[in-house]
């Protein structure tokens, strides 16, 4: 399945969480896929983010991974095939990762159990890495589409390096 679709889904599967345990699930899920995503750039994406997806595709989420496996019947992210549009799939990546961070937040803010509340800080904490680590691939592909419309130096009326 595409990269957008997956988060679309996850998207989806986590505003619909109605419980903490649900929230904490797909944070680990959207952890999941950025990883994935991270992992399919880092072999096959634009050359000038494979350094960047390879760190995003080792970031590390919170202690929720195994509960959510058994929960959910395994990752979501096992299902990705490819990443077909490098910026779309990581500006969606990235709304998805913002939106775990606040309903994560919720989730802490509103729990007694310490053992939660700590899992949720770390998996606030990966979410936040994840979205610096996507919000980095973005400028990068930034500068190359602005460099690749940018017209030579001679076409812009100078004369370059002599």
Known sequence: MDAERLIATGRHALAESRTALDIVVEAWQAQ????????????????????????????VGGRGGVDGALRTGGPR????????????????????????????????????????YWQCIEAIDAADEAGDRVRGMLRRLAVREHERDRPPDAARGRAGPR
């Open 32 to 59: 999941a896929l950025a990883q994935a995503i991270g992992s399919r750039l880092a072999l096959c994406g634009p050359q000038e983010l494979r350094s960047e997806a390879r760190a995003l595709g080792e970031t």
């Open 77 to 116: 992210a096992a299902q990705l095939t490819e990443v077909a549009d490098a910026r779309a799939a990581l500006t969606a990546l990235g709304v998805l990762l913002a939106d775990v961070g606040i309903a994560l937040v919720g989730v802490a803010c509103a729990t007694d159990e310490e053992g939660l």
